[in-house]
């Protein structure tokens, strides 16, 4: 699966990734743009977009995304509170659609669905 991380993932995280195609927001050179800008541009290389942005779902509508996105619940972004979550991470990768948001992490939130309207 071809995935993008957001710029609030460190890249340590590609490593634990296995057996996926891994691209980040910086390596595209989309560092610092906005959600809604970023969202478009992902549109053309990624099948599902990780990232710690637990806002995203509320502010774009994630249903008329071609891809899915799965949002980390962590207490940081850092590697020590990250590691663990990694089995939630794959499992949530092989879950999610289109269209649709996978929560992992801390809060124990593991749905999938639609933003509201």
């Known amino acids: 699966m071809r995935v993008?991380?957001?710029?609030?993932?460190?890249h340590d995280l590609i490593a634990a990734l296995?057996?996926?195609?891994?691209?980040?927001v910086q390596g595209l050179g989309w560092a610092?743009?906005?959600n809604g800008d970023l969202l478009k541009r992902a549109s053309g290389v990624t099948e599902a977009f990780?990232?710690?942005d637990g806002k995203?779902?509320?502010?774009?509508?994630?249903?008329?995304?071609?891809?899915?996105?799965?949002?980390?619940?962590?207490?940081?972004?850092?590697?020590?509170?990250?590691?663990?979550?990694?089995?939630e991470i794959l499992a949530a990768l092989e879950?999610?659609?289109r269209g649709k948001v996978e929560h992992v992490g801390r809060s124990g939130k593991?749905?999938?669905h639609l933003k509201k309207t």
């Open 95 to 97: 879950r999610v659609r």
């Open 56 to 87: 995203l779902e509320y502010q774009h509508d994630i249903s008329v995304l071609p891809f899915g996105v799965v949002v980390v619940d962590a207490p940081s972004n850092r590697m020590p509170d990250l590691r663990p979550l990694v089995p």
């Open 110 to 112: 593991r749905r999938n």
């Open 50 to 52: 990780v990232t710690m």
């Open 18 to 24: 296995v057996a996926h195609s891994i691209s980040t």
């Open 32 to 34: 610092g743009a906005k």
């Open 4 to 10: 993008l991380l957001d710029e609030n993932l460190p």
